[in-house]
């Protein structure tokens, strides 16, 4: 029926109201095909209206949703041929687990064979063969997942739409299920992916590119690595890992000033004397002495088994560092010098007054907590954060494959955002 | 707990109905029990003209239940797509045949339908329209307090994967809400069976429902033959009731 040959996403200035509200606010972003997207933002960020308007299930007060080449927007649900999987699996429990699968098909007037061949390669793929003539109720939390998985991909859909998939799996199944999605994608290389999220983790993982969201906008996008190791604005920074970020002021002869110590880091394009953000990864920080010495006294030890955390008290700002697991470590209330490298720091435009708060009280959260003892993932993704290259330069953001240029006249303004703040800009 | 619910319970409940029950196999009551043991007024109450209010009775039930059932329910899908304003306005609408007394509504239905062109006085189909006025509002209740209950994720699943709209009603909405379906299908019927007031304004002399028997039997004195009409009218009713449980509990584990 409605399956596009021509697979691909592309969000064209999409707002979504409720009742005067913005959920969503002039979203612009392209997912190419075959790539995979993940909408990372904290809850009410917009993320997952802007896949229910892919979906059809809100309706866009304006702009235009395009499914490859065509302009569905004004299409009900039922004739985008999307593969859809949501939290709670939604999987039919009237049905067996192969009429779920074979939902889709049935639907679209597929011929038997075609449907039983179909059923049996989606459960092939998904491993899940072996319950073909079970009920959902007789399937554990990541069977359903499959199962769902399946069903949605049964369709062929030239896009799929995954939102929050694995937040109802505990942690362990989690993993694996991450796996099983990166290898899925890699079986069917031609499917778009868009895969909304609150956990970074699964970004960072699964994603080609990240599209950051916040308050209905969309805050950055760029590859895994360009938002961890340039973040366009302190709300990505804090986001996407953890970060120090550290109210600075932009010194004349390049370099910056943190309370009343300089400190030498790139400033390019910031005009001296301007306030800025600088941001600072804790596993890049080290202790003792070094470039970039940072004093001040321990507030708090999180010992985490590879690594330990301090908390120190720098002129009045609270500083973090992971270190590689210390022999000695310090005593609470002890003085201690850190250091970290220049290129490992990135200088990011000031915030709003406002927003720095908001966006400073977030980052120990996400990032700190809930990666394990392994620490954060920019050991996952194994490499130093390279020099940072012209962060505060707006055209410095990332374009993805397909980008499309930024058009930042055509988002409303904000009145709380400083008109340096790389936000709104299309993806 | 228990003494408590059983001093409540016996005399209110289950006392009337074994009364009723002795009495149907009795000859005299002038004592604390009923004497003279008979089965002759189940031999009245099983065949000829109770016989004929009985098939009458299930036929007007099953009829009257269906067709609250269907209205009902279509009238709490097409509800779901309102507004809550509008969604409002409907619910008491359908809540008005409860509200007002049935008595009334037997009179209005009758009072209606009594000129062409919609000339139903004097037929079958009077009855059966008033017993299925009187029964959808309870159709009606339980398939939109289902609906509500029915978590939009199965409907927009079924959408996603390509099903329109009328596939979605047939395949998913309406086999997930058949738990509630045959629940209100019972009490329907189970309300219709017992309905007497409004009846009695409106049923023709070849169209007697089994409540009509009954009262009529004691109306004229004859208490221990409207006993049994009355086990019998009882009896019927449970019988489908079970038979309809039986099939949701099915439903619900398939």
Known sequence: ?427 | MWAVFLVLFLPLFALPLLVVLGASFATHWSGVLPSGFTTAHYQAATRGEALRALTTSLVTAVTASLLALTAGTWAALAAAALRKRHRKVMDALFVLPVAVPSVVVGLAILVAFSQPPFLLNGTRWIVITAHAVLVTAFAHQSVSAALARLDPAYEQAAASLGASPAHVLWRVKLPLLLPSLTAAAGLCFALSMGELSATMMLYPPDWTPLPVLVHAATDRGALFTGSAVAVVLMAATLLVLLAVSRVRTRASYR
């Open chain 1, 1 to 427: 029926m409605a399956t596009s040959a021509a697979g691909g996403i592309r969000f064209d200035a999409v707002t979504v109201a409720y009742d005067g509200n913005v959920v969503l606010d002039a979203l612009d972003l392209t997912v190419a095909p075959g790539e995979v997207m993940a909408l990372l933002g904290p809850s009410g960020s917009g993320k997952t209206t802007a896949l229910r308007a892919v979906a059809g299930f809100v309706r866009p007060a304006s702009g235009r949703v395009h499914l490859g080449d065509r302009d569905v927007t004004d299409l009900p649900p039922h004739r985008r041929g999307i593969g859809m999987v949501v939290q709670q699996y939604a999987l039919f429990p009237h049905m067996r687990v192969e009429d779920n699968v074979a939902f889709g098909l049935k639907a679209r007037k597929a011929d038997r064979s075609e449907i039983r061949a179909r059923v049996a390669e989606a459960l092939e793929m998904t491993g899940m063969a072996a319950y073909a003539r079970r009920h959902p109720r007789e399937l554990s939390g990541g069977q359903q997942q499959r199962v769902a998985i399946a069903r949605a991909l049964a369709i062929r859909p030239a896009v799929l739409l995954l939102d929050e998939p694995l937040s109802a799996l505990d942690a362990r199944l989690r993993s694996g299920m991450l796996a099983e999605l990166a290898r899925l994608h890699r079986e069917l290389p031609e499917v778009s992916i868009l895969y909304v999220t609150h956990d970074q983790l699964e970004a960072l993982t699964l994603a080609d590119r990240i599209a950051v969201m916040d308050r209905a906008r969309l805050q950055a996008c760029g590859t895994p690595q360009e938002l961890y190791r340039a973040p366009a604005n302190a709300f990505t920074a804090s986001f996407v890992g953890s970060a120090n970020l550290l109210p600075v002021t932009v010194g004349g002869t390049g370099g910056v000033t943190l309370g009343g110590t300089r400190l030498a880091v790139g400033t390019a394009g910031a005009a001296p004397g301007a306030r800025a953000t600088l941001c600072v990864r804790p596993h890049l920080i080290g202790l003792g002495d070094g470039p970039n010495r940072l004093s001040g006294t321990v507030a708090e030890i999180q010992w985490r088994g590879a690594t330990h955390r301090l908390y120190v008290d720098v002129a009045g700002h609270r500083v973090m560092a992971d270190l590689r697991e210390l022999r000695t470590p310090p005593a609470l209330g002890d003085t201690v010098t850190l250091h970290f490298a220049p290129e490992d720091a990135v200088l990011l435009p000031a915030e709003a007054a406002g927003e720095a708060t908001g966006a400073a009280g977030r980052p120990a959260g996400p990032a700190g907590d809930r990666t394990g003892p392994a620490g954060d993932p920019a050991e996952t993704a194994g490499t130093p954060a390279g020099p940072a290259d012209k962060p505060t330069d707006p055209a410095g953001t990332p374009t993805g494959p397909s980008g499309k240029a930024t058009d930042p006249a055509g988002t409303p303004a904000d009145p709380s955002d400083e008109p340096a703040e790389a936000v709104g800009h299309g993806c």
